[in-house]
């Protein structure tokens, strides 16, 4: 079972496939783990490892991942964890595809380190649209679950982690004015309900200069034109 311990961090992820390596970041809010891809309305792991290095992760916390709760834990934690593990890999550029959560997590690693980061494929991404409650209960929920085993955070800790995470705007962890200014090519593919509102995906598409939305995906008769429209923007945007 790969573990990647960084200090009292550890991630478990897996890799599949050979070729361009590609970070998967998967849907399920605080629990983002590789099992969620298997409720997604299609997995990409099986679609894409034919042509590429699919690294698969369980983000600390969720799945077989683990790390202490900080009061000043938030999303800058989760993209230290996403660099540490393409350093330990030895991956100095990728594309990155992230669903739900996913999608914020992949517009933070472009932040913060832009020349690693290719292509971003963004799947129904998380935003803000009077439904922060939403987003807080779906917090609340997690730390529930999680709570038994963080004896280290008490209830001052849970909530500034929740602010940290959830009291932000947009897409809670970029701007809207860094996502006018992105330069890397991003691929959306349209939200649809509370947590990942369509004006939100639209927006994104809008602001960034290079980004193109795909409408419709989920249905399973557009599976098979939006899995090939995925794989001619990753194929498109690979170094050769």
Known sequence: MPIFARGDVKLYYEEHGKGFPLLLIAPGGMRSSISFWDKAPWNPIPQLAPHYRVIAMDQRNAGQSFAPIRATDGWQVYTEDQLALLD??????????????????????IQAAPQRVVSAVLFQPIGLLNNRQAFFDMFDGWAKEQQPTHPEADEKTWEAFKQNMYGGEF????????????????????GNDIY???EISREIVALAPHATLIEHWKEPEHHAAAQAAVERFLAQHTPR
Do not use: D, K, Q
């Not at 330990?88 to 690693?109: D, K, N, Q």
């Not at 970029?174 to 992105?182: G, L, M």
């Open 196 to 198: 990942h509102p369509a």
């Open 88 to 109: 330990h890999l030895g991956i100095e550029r990728c594309h990155v595809a992230g669903m739900c959560i996913g999608g914020s997590y992949c517009m933070g690693l």
């Open 171 to 190: 897409i809670f962890n970029v701007s809207r004015e860094f996502v006018a200014r992105c330069a890397t090519p991003l691929l959306v593919l349209l």
